[in-house]
T-cell receptor
Framework: DQQVKQNSPSLSVQEGRISILNCDYTNSMFDYFLWYKKYPAEGPTFLISISSIKDKNEDGRFTVFLNKSAKHLSLHIVPSQPGDSAVYFCAASVNSGYALNFGKGTSLLVTP | DSGVTQTPKHLITATGQRVTLRCSPRSGDLSVYWYQQSLDQGLQFLIQYYNGEERAKGNILERFSAQQFPDLHSELNLSSLELGDSALYFC??????????????????FGSGTRLTVV
């Protein structure tokens, strides 16, 4: 049962524009959410996180928004750069606990 | 280099066989997590060890087992392999056992994975 869903397998955005990656979850017990970025032949690397007590967290070009009532979070990348082209995974956990529940990922392509 | 070392990088084996995947965590990290990424699937949590003890289990098959040794490296043993076991297997480490993700000492750091192909 997939508790974290990324319904868009791929996204293509022009350099300089905004990239918006979406994620939905079903488990209302999740209280910590993260985004990971993955390049081919590498492991996922942590990008940004947000706890359920917040609705927004910003780190440079990356902003994560959390809408708890809709069980939805999104990652905004502004401005998008070609080096941002990668697979982005949304993940969630309960009580900042042991295991992360991952979505299937969204492949982002930023074109010059 | 993330500091988490996984060997081998690639493994091809036949159905019914047994393999061992190895993970050396980042220096100072006590927790090791194993994840499986099958084709078109997200990363599925398998199992976690903290300082040699099993801490949490996810969707790990009975044919799979793991352990963490006194030097903190971990091994994931996969036996009676089936075609469906073909996947990327990731190991991650963190300094503590109760935090997931995040920055600094609380972060998960992933290795680059072992690609297992069962033929």
């Amino acid at each position: 049962d997939q508790q974290v869903k990324q319904n868009s397998p791929s996204l293509s955005v022009q350099e300089g524009r905004i990239s918006i990656l979406n994620c939905d979850y079903t488990n209302s017990m999740f209280d910590y959410f993260l985004w990971y970025k993955k390049y081919p032949a590498e492991g996922p690397t942590f990008l940004i996180s947000i706890s359920s007590i917040k609705d927004k967290n910003e780190d440079g070009r990356f902003t994560v928004f959390l809408n708890k009532s809709a069980k939805h979070l999104s990652l905004h990348i502004v401005p998008s750069q070609p080096g941002d082209s990668a697979v982005y995974f949304c993940a969630a956990s309960v009580n900042s606990g042991y295991a992360l529940n991952f979505g299937k990922g969204t492949s982002l392509l930023v074109t010059p | 280099d993330s500091g988490v070392t996984q060997t081998p990088k690639h493994l091809i084996t036949a159905t019914g066989q047994r393999v061992t995947l190895r993970c050396s965590p980042r220096s100072g990290d006590l927790s090791v997590y194993w994840y499986q990424q099958s084709l078109d699937q997200g990363l599925q949590f398998l199992i976690q060890y903290y300082n040699g003890e099993e801490r949490a289990k996810g969707n790990i098959l009975e044919r799979f087992s793991a352990q963490q040794f006194p030097d903190l490296h971990s091994e994931l043993n996969l036996s009676s392999l089936e075609l469906g076991d073909s996947a990327l297997y990731f190991c991650a480490s963190s300094a503590r056992d109760y935090r997931a993700g995040g920055r600094g000492n609380y972060g998960y750091t992933f290795g680059s994975g072992t690609r297992l192909t069962v033929v």
